[in-house]
């Protein structure tokens, strides 16, 4: 079992950083972020493998979101810069992957976070 443990949503104007982190019960080969607004699915955003290269991004929040885990450790951050209000959702951290090459998909994670609200405003 994993316990992940979400924090660092808040509320910020269009433009505007938060740092998200979640912290796990234990290092994971891999860990995601999803997000999620009322009435829609859950969607990707990012995802990092066991090694600091191998990292994974939506086309719509590369080159303005970055995911990170320091070696040795078991908390993995999502640096949110450039916010838009589009990207207001509930944000979760997943552990474990099913299947690495799968990692796009919200079914193919074993472990979930409770979840942390990121509001943008225009």
């Known amino acids: 079992q994993v316990q992940l443990t979400e924090s660092g949503g808040g509320a910020v104007q269009a433009g505007g950083s938060l740092r998200l982190s979640c912290a796990a019960s234990?290092?994971?080969?891999?860990m995601a972020w999803f997000r999620q607004e009322p009435g829609k699915e859950r969607e990707f955003v990012a995802a990092?493998?066991?090694?600091?290269?191998?990292?994974y991004y939506a086309d719509s929040v590369k080159d303005r979101f970055t995911i990170s885990r320091p070696s040795a450790e078991s908390t993995v951050y999502l640096q949110m810069n450039l916010l838009k209000p589009e990207d207001t959702a509930v944000y979760y951290c997943?552990?474990?992957?099913?299947?690495?090459?799968?990692?796009?998909?919200?079914?193919?994670?074993?472990?979930w976070g409770q979840g942390t609200k990121v509001t943008v405003s225009s």
């Open positions: 234990r290092r994971t080969f891999d």
């Open positions: 990092i493998g066991w090694g600091a290269g191998d990292t």
């Open positions: 997943a552990a474990e992957s099913a299947t690495h090459s799968n990692m796009r998909h919200s079914e193919n994670w074993r472990y």
